[in-house]
């Protein structure tokens, strides 16, 4: 039986913060992942990604690669796609874009808007969605393979 479990963000601080604590818990587990993003727009995802990168190092700001649909990074220790299916017109359009090259094993795939690839893109080890609350936001994490427990459990330490 694979791990579910929520977690609330009042602020983007908060969300940064959750953000590099998913970071740590994917960097525990030492090999790639495919993450699912899903919620509304505006609910935090490309802020969730921006913490998950500034675990790894990354510094300044992060953009949602709307236009572009994948932004790759490379840090001393680990490849993190970032990818962002918001704007694609058909799922077919992933295959222009090379996706398979992405899915390596060694890589972390962080995908906003999994939905609109949905037969080109892998199964998803944890699916992260966001949704709106009162005041901030409730995300919920499902693990969908071992490793996504994995995860998941490190999330929870």
Do not use: C
Request: charged content about 20%; glycine content about 12%; cysteine-free.
């Amino acid at each position: 039986m694979f791990l579910e479990y929520q977690l609330q963000a009042h602020g983007e601080d908060a969300m940064v913060a959750l953000g590099r604590k998913f970071g740590q818990a994917l960097g525990a587990v030492g090999e790639g992942a495919t993450i699912f993003l899903k919620g509304d727009l505006g609910m935090g995802k490309t802020t969730f990604t921006r913490g998950v990168m500034s675990y790894f190092g990354h510094l300044g700001a992060t953009k949602s690669p709307t236009y572009t649909l994948v932004e790759p990074y490379q840090f001393a220790q680990q490849k993190l796609n970032h990818f962002d299916l918001y704007r694609l017109g058909n799922p077919e359009e992933l295959d222009y874009l090379g996706i398979r090259d992405y899915f390596d094993g060694k890589a972390i795939n962080l995908i906003e808007w999994p939905e609109k690839g949905l037969g080109y893109l892998p199964h998803a080890d944890v699916v992260v969605t966001i949704h709106t609350l009162e005041r901030g936001r409730k995300l919920t994490f499902l693990a969908k393979t071992s490793m996504g427990d994995a995860i998941s459990q490190g999330m929870q330490q």
